[in-house]
């Protein structure tokens, strides 16, 4: 039985499985949010719980290891408002 693929969430640091997670992609550059999850370039993942997308947001973490880049606070705030409609509000990462 085959396991499925983990990532690290950029928010809370923990791992799990990347089908749980929202991926996070640099495309020429510019940080977006990968709703399919199929856009080439380095990835980043995020589960969509608020407390996982306000850890993020207000992260003082200098780079994103996962995407080799700096993400200012202002792109984070963008790509929460873009994954703000699609939170899990029912849930949390344990």
Same mark, same amino acid.
Not at 5 to 11: F, H, I, N, W
């Given at each position: 039985?085959?396991?499925? #693929?983990e990532?690290? !969430? $950029? /928010? !809370?640091m923990k +791992?799990d ?9 640099v $495309?020429?550059? +510019?940080?977006?949010?990968? *709703?399919?999850?199929? =856009?080439? %370039?380095? %990835? %980043?993942y995020?589960? #969509?719980? #608020? /407390? !996982? $997308?306000e850890r *993020?947001?207000?992260s003082?973490?200098?780079? *994103?290891?996962a995407?080799? =880049?700096?993400?200012e606070? +202002?792109?984070?705030?963008?790509i929460a408002?873009?994954?703000? #409609?699609?939170?899990? +509000?029912?849930?949390e990462?344990?």
């Amino acid at each position: 039985m085959a396991k499925s #693929p983990e990532r690290t !969430c $950029v /928010g !809370c640091m923990k +791992r799990d499985a990347k089908s749980a997670m929202l991926r996070i992609a640099v $495309v020429n550059g +510019r940080v977006e949010v990968d *709703f399919e999850a199929r =856009r080439a %370039g380095r %990835g %980043g993942y995020l589960h #969509p719980t #608020p /407390g !996982c $997308v306000e850890r *993020f947001v207000g992260s003082k973490v200098k780079e *994103f290891h996962a995407l080799r =880049r700096k993400i200012e606070r +202002r792109e984070r705030v963008q790509i929460a408002a873009a994954i703000e #409609p699609r939170l899990d +509000r029912s849930s949390e990462v344990e």
